[in-house]
C-alpha cells in the first residue's frame, strides 16, 4: 500500500458517500472551511492499494507554544467524530484479511506520521468503528467513548413510551402553552443563545468562531438546519441539527434555553426526533458527553454506540500539558478564592482528551 495527500475534491465526496464510515464532517468543504477558521493545515491522506482508494484520513496539522500536533478533528470545531473511512468492500471482508488491511493501512499513515514527528497525535473514530487495535499494537492509547442514539425505526408510540414518566410530564406541560417550533439556516439567534449559557457558567464555548459556523451553515443548507422554539413570541431554545449521514441525523448544537421553569429542551428534542423520522431517517444521534449531560440524555431511553479516541503524547506534550495545568490552576486560585470554579470550566480549560 502506498499514502498520498489527495488533492482532489471530486474523487474526495464521492469516497465519502460510498464509505460506511463516512460522514458530513468528512466532506471536502466542511474540512476546508475548518481548515480557514482553526488555524490548522488540512492534510487529506490517501491510502491506496494499487490503483485502489481504500482508505481516507483526513488529519490537521497545527503549532502552539512550540509545540506541533496531528488532529482529526482540532479542538473546538463542534466535530464529534472524524478519523479513517474505508472503502465499503474492507468490512465485507473475512475478519482476517480485513485485519491484514487496517494493518497496512496503519502501518504507512504512521510512517507519514513520523515525516512530521508532532508531538501529539490525536483523533476520534465514527461511531461502531472500534477496531484500532493496530494504533494500540503501535503504542498509541485508546480511549472508549459513548455516543446516545435514539432508533427512529421503532413507532412514535414506542418511542413516546420509551422517555421517562417525568420527561413525558415536562413535554406535555410545554404542549399546553402552545409552543412554535420554526427551521431556519441563520445561526445568529441560536449562537446568542448557545455562548449566553456558557458564559453563565463562567466557561468559554467550544467553538471557534461564530463566522466558522455561520459559513457551515450557508456552504451546507440542506444538510445543517437550525430549529427554534418560541412561547407567546419569544425564544424559549435552540439548537442546530445535521443529517451526518442518509440515514442518521443529528441533534448537533444547543440544550441552552430562556426558560428554565419549562421542559423546553425535550420538548424540542421530542419535535425533531419526529420531524427526523418523517424525513426517512432512522437514527438520532444525540451525541456522546459527560456525567453532567448523560442523565438528559437517558430520559429519552438511547442505545449506546461506542466509538474510539486514540492518541499518542510524547514527553514536551506531556511536560507542556502539566505546566499548562498549574498555570491555569495558580490564576484560578488567585482570582476566585472564595469562589469555587465549576467543573465543567476545568475540563473546558484543559481541553479534551489531554489537548493544551
Same mark, same amino acid.
Given at each position: 500500500? %502506498?499514502?498520498?495527500?489527495?488533492?482532489? +475534491?471530486?474523487?474526495?465526496?464521492?469516497?465519502?458517500?460510498?464509505?460506511?464510515?463516512?460522514?458530513?464532517?468528512? +466532506?471536502?468543504?466542511?474540512?476546508?472551511?475548518?481548515?480557514?477558521? $482553526?488555524?490548522?493545515?488540512?492534510?487529506?491522506?490517501?491510502?491506496?492499494?494499487?490503483?485502489?482508494?481504500?482508505? =481516507?484520513?483526513?488529519?490537521?496539522?497545527?503549532?502552539?507554544?512550540?509545540?506541533?500536533?496531528?488532529? $482529526?478533528?482540532?479542538?473546538?470545531?463542534?466535530?464529534?467524530?472524524?478519523?479513517?473511512?474505508?472503502?465499503?468492500?474492507?468490512?465485507?471482508?473475512?475478519?482476517?484479511?480485513?485485519?491484514?488491511?487496517?494493518?497496512?493501512?496503519?502501518?504507512?499513515?504512521?510512517?507519514?506520521?513520523?515525516?512530521?514527528?508532532?508531538?501529539?497525535?490525536?483523533?476520534?473514530?465514527?461511531?461502531?468503528?472500534?477496531?484500532?487495535?493496530?494504533?494500540?499494537?503501535?503504542?498509541?492509547?485508546?480511549?472508549?467513548?459513548? %455516543?446516545?442514539?435514539?432508533?427512529?425505526?421503532?413507532?412514535?408510540?414506542? =418511542?413516546? *413510551?420509551?422517555?421517562?414518566?417525568?420527561?413525558?410530564? +415536562?413535554?406535555?406541560?410545554?404542549?399546553?402553552?402552545?409552543?412554535?417550533?420554526?427551521?431556519?439556516?441563520?445561526?445568529?439567534?441560536?449562537?446568542?443563545?448557545?455562548?449566553?449559557?456558557?458564559?453563565?457558567?463562567?466557561?468559554?464555548?467550544? @467553538?471557534?468562531?461564530?463566522?466558522?459556523?455561520?459559513?457551515?451553515?450557508?456552504?451546507?443548507?440542506?444538510? =445543517?438546519?437550525?430549529?427554534?422554539?418560541?412561547?407567546?413570541?419569544?425564544? *424559549?431554545? %435552540?439548537?442546530?441539527?445535521?443529517?451526518?449521514?442518509?440515514?442518521?441525523?443529528?441533534?448537533? =448544537?444547543?440544550?441552552? $434555553?430562556? &426558560?428554565?421553569? @419549562?421542559?423546553?429542551?425535550?420538548?424540542?428534542?421530542?419535535?425533531?426526533?419526529?420531524?427526523?423520522? $418523517?424525513?426517512?431517517?432512522?437514527?438520532?444521534?444525540?451525541?456522546?458527553?459527560?456525567?453532567?449531560?448523560?442523565?438528559?440524555?437517558?430520559?429519552?431511553?438511547?442505545?449506546?454506540?461506542?466509538?474510539?479516541?486514540?492518541? +499518542?503524547?510524547?514527553?514536551?506534550?506531556?511536560?507542556?500539558?502539566?505546566?499548562?495545568?498549574?498555570?491555569?490552576?495558580?490564576?484560578?486560585? *488567585?482570582?476566585?478564592?472564595? &469562589?469555587?470554579?465549576? %467543573?465543567?470550566?476545568? *475540563?473546558?480549560?484543559?481541553?479534551?482528551?489531554?489537548?493544551?
Amino acid at each position: 500500500m %502506498a499514502v498520498e495527500l489527495l488533492d482532489d +475534491k471530486k474523487r474526495w465526496d464521492q469516497f465519502v458517500e460510498t464509505s460506511p464510515q463516512g460522514l458530513l464532517f468528512h +466532506k471536502w468543504d466542511f474540512l476546508k472551511i475548518v481548515e480557514r477558521h $482553526s488555524k490548522y493545515q488540512f492534510l487529506p491522506y490517501g491510502v491506496y492499494s494499487g490503483d485502489e482508494l481504500r482508505c =481516507i484520513f483526513p488529519f490537521f496539522f497545527g503549532r502552539k507554544y512550540g509545540l506541533t500536533a496531528l488532529k $482529526s478533528p482540532p479542538r473546538n470545531t463542534q466535530i464529534w467524530y472524524l478519523g479513517p473511512a474505508f472503502d465499503p468492500s474492507v468490512g465485507a471482508r473475512r475478519a482476517s484479511a480485513r485485519e491484514k488491511i487496517y494493518d497496512q493501512v496503519t502501518e504507512e499513515l504512521c510512517r507519514e506520521i513520523d515525516k512530521i514527528a508532532p508531538n501529539f497525535v490525536h483523533f476520534s473514530t465514527v461511531p461502531n468503528f472500534i477496531d484500532v487495535r493496530s494504533f494500540i499494537w503501535k503504542n498509541f492509547t485508546e480511549n472508549s467513548e459513548f %455516543a446516545y442514539v435514539i432508533d427512529l425505526e421503532r413507532s412514535l408510540d414506542e =418511542i413516546w *413510551a420509551s422517555f421517562t414518566r417525568r420527561c413525558r410530564q +415536562k413535554i406535555k406541560r410545554v404542549r399546553a402553552y402552545s409552543p412554535e417550533i420554526q427551521q431556519t439556516n441563520d445561526v445568529s439567534t441560536l449562537l446568542d443563545l448557545w455562548r449566553g449559557g456558557f458564559t453563565e457558567r463562567g466557561v468559554q464555548a467550544p @467553538l471557534i468562531s461564530d463566522s466558522y459556523l455561520k459559513e457551515l451553515a450557508a456552504t451546507f443548507p440542506q444538510d =445543517i438546519t437550525v430549529y427554534t422554539l418560541s412561547i407567546d413570541g419569544r425564544l *424559549a431554545a %435552540a439548537e442546530a441539527c445535521c443529517a451526518l449521514q442518509k440515514e442518521r441525523y443529528c441533534s448537533w =448544537i444547543g440544550g441552552a $434555553s430562556t &426558560r428554565k421553569d @419549562l421542559g423546553v429542551n425535550e420538548y424540542l428534542d421530542w419535535e425533531v426526533m419526529k420531524r427526523a423520522k $418523517s424525513e426517512g431517517f432512522k437514527k438520532l444521534d444525540l451525541g456522546g458527553g459527560a456525567a453532567n449531560v448523560s442523565a438528559y440524555k437517558a430520559k429519552f431511553d438511547p442505545a449506546l454506540e461506542l466509538y474510539c479516541v486514540v492518541e +499518542k503524547k510524547d514527553t514536551l506534550w506531556k511536560i507542556g500539558l502539566r505546566v499548562r495545568q498549574l498555570l491555569r490552576w495558580r490564576a484560578n486560585g *488567585a482570582s476566585s478564592s472564595s &469562589r469555587a470554579r465549576p %467543573a465543567s470550566a476545568e *475540563a473546558a480549560g484543559a481541553g479534551a482528551n489531554g489537548e493544551t
